[in-house]
C-alpha cells in the first residue's frame, strides 16, 4: 500500500509555488528585484526606521541604486570626454608634476596625437616615488605609463567593475563604436552609482547646474540632463527620440552643429535655447527662454 506521506517533485512544486503565492501573490513572473523595489516604494517619504535594525532612508535610496546597478553601462557612468584631463606622450616631467598638481586626480591618461589615441596613464605614486627619493628626474614619461582598462561603451557596470577588480585597476578608458574615446571610468565613479557622489577635500564645492533667473528663464550648463531639465523646468525639453542626455547635446542636435555663443535655437515646446558659452568643440552654458505665453504670465 503506498505511503500517503510521501512527496514526489511535481508536490514539491506545487507546495512551492503555494508559498510563493501566499507571500507574493499570485504574478508566475515577479521576480526578487520587483519585489523589493515594492516594499522600498512602500516606505518611500519615511523619515527613518520603524523599528530598530529596519532600513534608514540613506540605506533605502542605497538599495534601489544596487538593483538598478547593473542595469548601466559604461556609456552612461563616469566622465565625459569633453572633461577629461590628459597629458600628451612627449610631455616633460616636470610639466606632468604640474598637470597632476592642477588636476588634483591620481590617474591621468596619456596619448598619442590626439585624445581618440589613449596609449596609457601615469599614476601619481609613480611621480611621488621619484620626487620622494630625489631620483633623477627622468627624460619622458614612457617608463612611467601603464596601461588601463579597454571596454566599450555598451560593457555593463557589473562587468566592468569585475574587469577591473580582476586585472587591479582602477580606471578604464571607455571607446565608442569607431574605437575612439567616449569618456573614462574610475573604481569611484562606480561606487558612486551605488552610495551617492563622494566629495573629498580637494573636490571643488558643487554648483547648481539649472539656475532660475528673471522672467521664468533659466541657465543651465551645457552638462545638466535633460532629465533634471525636465523634472525641473518643462518636461518636453527631454521628449526626443535622439541618442541625447544634456541640455548641451539638445542644442547640438537642434542646430545641426556646434553651436556657437549667440546661437538661438527654436524647441518645438517653444522654449529658446540660447547659447551663452561655446567653444568649437562644444557648447559650455545655455540660456533658456520661456515660451511667449508663459514669459507673459511670470509678467503679469
Given at each position: 500500500?503506498?505511503?500517503?506521506?510521501?512527496?514526489?517533485?511535481?508536490?514539491?512544486?506545487?507546495?512551492?509555488?503555494?508559498?510563493?503565492?501566499?507571500?507574493?501573490?499570485?504574478?508566475?513572473d515577479e521576480t526578487l528585484r520587483t519585489r523589493?523595489?515594492?516594499?522600498?516604494?512602500?516606505?518611500?517619504?519615511?523619515?527613518?526606521?520603524?523599528?530598530?535594525?529596519?532600513?534608514?532612508p540613506l540605506e533605502r535610496q542605497m538599495v534601489?541604486?544596487?538593483?538598478?546597478?547593473?542595469?548601466?553601462?559604461?556609456?552612461?557612468?563616469?566622465?565625459?570626454?569633453?572633461?577629461?584631463?590628459?597629458?600628451?606622450?612627449?610631455?616633460?616631467?616636470?610639466?606632468?608634476?604640474?598637470?597632476?598638481?592642477?588636476?588634483?586626480?591620481?590617474?591621468?591618461?596619456?596619448?598619442?596625437?590626439?585624445?581618440?589615441?589613449?596609449?596609457?596613464?601615469?599614476?601619481?605614486?609613480?611621480?611621488?616615488?621619484?620626487?620622494?627619493?630625489?631620483?633623477?628626474?627622468?627624460?619622458?614619461?614612457?617608463?612611467?605609463?601603464?596601461?588601463?582598462?579597454?571596454?566599450?561603451?555598451?560593457?555593463?557596470?557589473?562587468?566592468l567593475l569585475a574587469d577591473m577588480r580582476q586585472?587591479?585597476?582602477?580606471?578604464?578608458?571607455?571607446?565608442?563604436?569607431?574605437?575612439?574615446?567616449?569618456?573614462?571610468?574610475?573604481?569611484?565613479?562606480?561606487?558612486?552609482?551605488?552610495?551617492?557622489?563622494?566629495?573629498?577635500?580637494?573636490?571643488?564645492?558643487?554648483?547648481?547646474?539649472?539656475?532660475?533667473?528673471?522672467?521664468?528663464?533659466?541657465?543651465?550648463?551645457?552638462?545638466?540632463?535633460?532629465?533634471?531639465?525636465?523634472?525641473?523646468?518643462?518636461?518636453?525639453?527631454?521628449?526626443?527620440?535622439?541618442?541625447?542626455?544634456?541640455?548641451?547635446?539638445?542644442?547640438?542636435?537642434?542646430?545641426?552643429?556646434?553651436?556657437?555663443?549667440?546661437?538661438?535655437?527654436?524647441?518645438?515646446?517653444?522654449?529658446?535655447?540660447?547659447?551663452?558659452?561655446?567653444?568649437?568643440?562644444?557648447?559650455?552654458?545655455?540660456?533658456?527662454?520661456?515660451?511667449?505665453?508663459?514669459?507673459?504670465?511670470?509678467?503679469?
Open positions: 500500500m503506498p505511503d500517503d506521506s510521501s512527496t514526489t517533485p511535481a508536490d514539491s512544486g506545487g507546495i512551492w509555488r503555494g508559498l510563493r503565492a501566499l507571500l507574493f501573490g499570485d504574478e508566475a523589493l523595489e515594492e516594499v522600498i516604494d512602500e516606505h518611500e517619504g519615511e523619515p527613518g526606521p520603524d523599528a530598530k535594525g529596519d532600513l534608514s534601489r541604486n544596487l538593483l538598478h546597478f547593473g542595469e548601466r553601462d559604461a556609456g552612461d557612468v563616469g566622465v565625459p570626454r569633453a572633461d577629461i584631463i590628459a597629458v600628451e606622450q612627449g610631455i616633460s616631467f616636470d610639466d606632468l608634476v604640474k598637470t597632476f598638481a592642477s588636476a588634483g586626480h591620481s590617474r591621468l591618461p596619456v596619448y598619442r596625437d590626439a585624445l581618440d589615441t589613449i596609449i596609457g596613464m601615469v599614476h601619481i605614486k609613480d611621480v611621488f616615488d621619484i620626487l620622494a627619493t630625489g631620483a633623477p628626474h627622468p627624460h619622458d614619461i614612457t617608463a612611467l605609463i601603464r596601461e588601463p582598462v579597454y571596454v566599450p561603451q555598451s560593457r555593463g557596470t557589473l562587468d586585472r587591479r585597476v582602477h580606471l578604464a578608458i571607455v571607446l565608442d563604436e569607431y574605437s575612439g574615446t567616449e569618456g573614462l571610468v574610475t573604481i569611484e565613479d562606480l561606487v558612486e552609482e551605488i552610495v551617492g557622489d563622494i566629495e573629498d577635500e580637494h573636490d571643488e564645492a558643487p554648483t547648481a547646474l539649472i539656475v532660475p533667473i528673471e522672467g521664468g528663464g533659466w541657465e543651465a550648463d551645457a552638462r545638466a540632463e535633460l532629465e533634471d531639465i525636465a523634472e525641473a523646468i518643462d518636461p518636453r525639453l527631454a521628449d526626443t527620440e535622439d541618442d541625447i542626455d544634456t541640455i548641451g547635446g539638445l542644442a547640438a542636435t537642434l542646430a545641426g552643429h556646434v553651436p556657437q555663443a549667440g546661437e538661438c535655437l527654436e524647441h518645438q515646446s517653444g522654449w529658446t535655447l540660447e547659447v551663452i558659452e561655446a567653444d568649437p568643440r562644444r557648447v559650455a552654458r545655455l540660456r533658456l527662454h520661456p515660451p511667449a505665453r508663459q514669459a507673459e504670465e511670470e509678467e503679469a
